[in-house]
T-cell receptor, first 110, second 114 residues
Framework: EDKVVQSPLSLVVHEGDTVTLNCSYEVTNFRSLLWYKQEKKAPTFLFMLTSSGIEKKSGRLSSILDKKELFSILNITATQTGDSAVYLCAVAGSNYKLTFGKGTLLTVNP | GAGVSQTPSNKVTEKGKYVELRCDPISGHTALYWYRQSLGQGPEFLIYFQGTGAADDSGLPNDRFFAVRPEGSVSTLKIQRTERGDSAVYLC????????????FGQGTRLTVV
């Protein structure tokens, strides 16, 4: 059974801090790893990492995938209060379904 | 459409009633997923469609839950004899294919069974 574990479960920082969110996984026939930001109901897509794309960056957010050690990290630099959300990590395996972790609740205080 | 559309956004129903939740995926997306999310948890997989067929329904919790996608576009999740434990946010996502392409979520339907 595919498994995703995220840490920490919650994190409180001040504006301007840099944060690193962790995601470790076990999956049969890895296809991709995805990061989402969830503020209300709908998870919003951030990044997809695959064997051919193990590092992604967009503005203050960046992510890397370590396929050997089976983990990914999501970095957010110069955090803002608008970054406060739950960050979800998901993996897709041979059966194409996405298996999610429980998420990391990030709170950025002014 | 521009994004994944789910209706209704909120649904309150009495225990024992039947409910239908609708998902309209992004135009051209062949893969469609249903997830259920309880408070403090990540989305839990229910069912995955590739085209009209259910490629994987291993996440449906029991036979009260059923989903269809008759024309390979809009999907309906049907729950019979609802129970209070079915209360959750039901999320739908679609992607161009499956697995190696980004999946985009709708706003979800918050189901409350009273």
């Amino acid at each position: 059974e595919d498994k995703v574990v995220q840490s920490p479960l919650s994190l409180v920082v001040h504006e301007g801090d840099t944060v690193t969110l962790n995601c470790s996984y076990e999956v049969t026939n890895f296809r991709s790893l995805l990061w989402y930001k969830q503020e209300k109901k709908a998870p919003t897509f951030l990044f997809m990492l695959t064997s051919s794309g193990i590092e992604k960056k967009s503005g203050r957010l960046s992510s890397i995938l370590d396929k050997k050690e089976l983990f990914s990290i999501l970095n957010i630099t110069a955090t803002q209060t608008g970054d406060s959300a739950v960050y979800l990590c998901a993996v897709a395996g041979s059966n194409y379904k996405l298996t999610f972790g429980k998420g990391t609740l990030l709170t950025v205080n002014p | 459409g521009a994004g994944v559309s789910q209706t209704p956004s909120n649904k309150v129903t009495e225990k024992g009633k039947y409910v239908e939740l609708r998902c309209d995926p992004i135009s051209g997306h062949t893969a469609l997923y249903w997830y259920r999310q309880s408070l403090g948890q990540g989305p839990e997989f229910l069912i995955y469609f590739q085209g009209t067929g259910a490629a994987d329904d291993s996440g449906l919790p029991n036979d009260r839950f059923f989903a269809v996608r008759p024309e390979g576009s809009v999907s309906t999740l049907k729950i019979q004899r609802t129970e209070r434990g079915d209360s959750a946010v039901y999320l739908c996502a679609s992607s161009k294919t499956g697995g190696n392409t980004e999946a985009f979520f709708g706003q979800g339907t918050r189901l409350t069974v009273v």
